[in-house]
Nanobody, 122 residues
């Protein structure tokens, strides 16, 4: 069982930055691929980024590539999402998730945090 708690959301102007963090419980954090997803009002949850257990491989959606960076610290059981050059369309609830399976679909992830709101004003 893995418990995930996100933090770091807030209100920011377009072009600004935010850093989201996700703290995970458990002693096997490094064996999980960690992902960030987001869900805007009236839209389906969408993949943002993921990082494998070792941290060597990272993958991003086209909509955030070059602006967002995912990282992890296995010693501290945390995964972060640095968000730069934020746009109003980045406004959503952001979720941290964990899986031991492959793929970027939300259905592949077994554990989810409660989410943190990110609002980008124009």
């Amino acid at each position: 069982q893995v418990q995930l708690v996100e933090s770091g959301g807030g209100l920011v102007q377009a072009g600004g930055t935010l850093r989201l963090s996700c703290a995970a419980s458990g002693r096997t954090f490094s064996t999980y691929t960690m992902g960030w997803f987001r869900q805007a009002p009236g839209k389906e949850r969408e993949f943002v980024a993921r990082i494998i257990g070792s941290g060597i491989s990272r993958y991003y959606s086209d909509s955030v590539k070059g602006r967002f960076t995912i990282s992890r610290d296995n010693a501290k059981n945390t995964v972060s999402l640095q968000m730069n050059s934020l746009k109003p369309e980045d406004t959503a609830i952001y979720y941290c998730a964990a899986t031991k399976r492959l793929g970027i679909a939300a259905d592949n992830y077994d554990y989810w945090g409660q989410g943190t709101q990110v609002t980008v004003s124009s």
